[in-house]
């Protein structure tokens, strides 16, 4: 499954929520018409599923593979195009690769 029907499968299964059908219907128009769609606004349409219920909904309603199929587009997406922030490492680590000899 493509990420353009996925949101679309989203969408169908949110018209009982305008905010986050209306999410769902821009991100297909603009997947539809070629354009991408933020990380944002994907990342958006998952945690409002999950708010709403929908996403509880969706696995009562298909199959488990059913149902990864339709969300790991999606979920996929964000974990490509979000960036990832930096690790912050502590004071007092020594890098292995770079340390003298004897150091461990």
């Known amino acids: 499954m493509d ?3 996925a949101t679309l499968i989203v969408l169908t299964e949110s018209t009982a ?3 986050l059908a209306a999410l769902a219907q821009s991100a297909h128009d603009d997947l539809a ?28 309603k298909y199959s488990p593979a059913a149902c990864d199929a339709i969300l790991l587009p999606i979920l996929t997406e964000v974990d490509r195009t979000r960036p ?3 690790r912050q490492r ?3 680590y020594v890098d292995p690769l770079t340390a003298p000899l004897g150091t461990f």
């Open 17 to 19: 929520y305008p905010e």
């Open 84 to 86: 990832v922030p930096p």
């Open 33 to 60: 018409a070629g354009s991408e769609v933020s990380d944002e606004v994907l990342g958006d349409i998952i945690a409002k599923a999950s708010e709403k219920g929908v996403l509880r909904a969706m696995h009562g």
């Open 3 to 5: 990420l353009r029907d």
């Open 90 to 92: 502590p004071a007092s």
